[in-house]
């Protein structure tokens, strides 16, 4: 059964860092994309933030994150990583781990198994 367990999150103050990691287990050597979401107080779709690959080639970044965000994946550990820089009060949400084995897409419609979330909250 995959599992994804996410670590981090928390309270930081505007232009703070924050480290949010995430590991995925029972995957069975299967081959997959693995990427971070957030959902923002009042909204119900869960916005991609950073989404490699599968081979991590190509990561998607909105605008709003982009030179702010950097994502890793340890493949051996079946970790990926989200190291978030500069933080703004509109970086404050529920940020969710999720994967997708098709790898169909950056939609949340795309992936089928989803942590549990972690909360960030930025405050001024």
């Known amino acids: 059964q995959v599992q994804l367990v996410e670590s981090g999150g928390g309270s930081v103050q505007v232009g703070g860092s924050m480290r949010l990691s995430c590991e995925g287990s029972?995957?069975?050597?299967?081959?997959?994309?693995m990427g971070w979401f957030r959902q923002v107080p009042g909204k119900e779709r869960r916005e991609a933030v950073a989404?490699?690959?599968?081979?991590?080639?190509?990561?998607y970044y909105p605008d709003s994150v982009k030179g702010r965000f950097t994502v890793s994946r340890d493949n051996a550990k079946n970790t990926l990583s989200l190291q978030m820089n500069t933080l703004k009060p509109e970086d404050t949400g529920m940020y969710y781990c999720?994967?997708?084995?098709?790898?169909?897409?950056?939609?949340?419609?795309?992936?089928?198994?989803w942590g549990q979330g972690t909360q960030v909250t930025v405050s001024s």
């Open positions: 999720a994967l997708d084995f098709q790898c169909a897409g950056w939609g949340q419609e795309h992936f089928a198994y």
């Open positions: 029972g995957l069975q050597a299967r081959s997959y994309c």
């Open positions: 989404i490699p690959d599968r081979n991590g080639g190509f990561i």
